[in-house]
């Protein structure tokens, strides 16, 4: 009985410690949350006398597929650019995670360097670097080969220009990804190296016998992290265009909260594609 009320009493501690967070999370991101998805199905009019709403159904959501023709626009680009940067973001954060993690000298140093555009660069700083230009690699367009992959029609050349246009923002998105991985590869045990090294194994098998087996399941986590990132930045096109028709008379606060609701469902379904392939893939090569 004794053992039943200082449980009782370790779980309503616990439970006080942690209230108001509930309490945050309830006032602050549920109840918007539900909210949001109450207006969706609503038109919205804010009026001298409050915010008037009228039933219509699934009439925004049809309008955004029928009649926004920007929305799917933008939509569309959203998907392309995702697919795009999540995969070189995850490969340039392993590499250079990889690389700082040998015994080379400021390693210390450099680590503090590829870091630093987490800390400094927010979306107003990243705006501005984008209208001067200097987030792709200076004077490239000047050169042949950029005119020669220009013309080429083929996914390699289209990955590599996308990678030249958007270097800066492949280094901002890189960087706690780049600390997910180093910590992973630290807690990796050097003495299974040496065991594969005795072996015979090189230091490519090496990679993908044991280190790539090892940091899997930060390489989901990662990709996670970079999705939700990646599509919650404040320059996202699709994010500016449902903050424009928030305020816009004929669609308001209605229309944009169905937009949000179809955004947040596309992140889900990116997520559950990306969470599903990486761990069937990881059950047939790793288990």
Known sequence: MKQLSMRSKNSLTGLLFISPWILGFLLFTAYPLFYSLYLSFQKVRITTEGIQTTFVKFDNFKDAFTVDALFTQKLLTFVQELVLSVPIIIVFSLIIAILLNQPIRFRN???MIFFLPVIIASGPVINELISQGVTSIPSIKDYAVFETMLSADSL???VLLYLMDNLIIILWFSGVQFLIFLAALQKIDTQVYEAAKI???SNWECFWKVTLPSIFP????????TIVTFSIFSLNPVIEHIQTNMFQINTGFGYASALSWIY???IAVALGISVALLTVRGRKNYA
């Open 109 to 111: 140093f450099f680590r």
């Open 156 to 158: 390699f050349s289209s």
């Open 199 to 201: 072996d015979g194994a």
């Open 218 to 225: 930060m390489i989901v986590v990662n990709t996670v992290y």
């Open 264 to 266: 947040f469902l596309l």
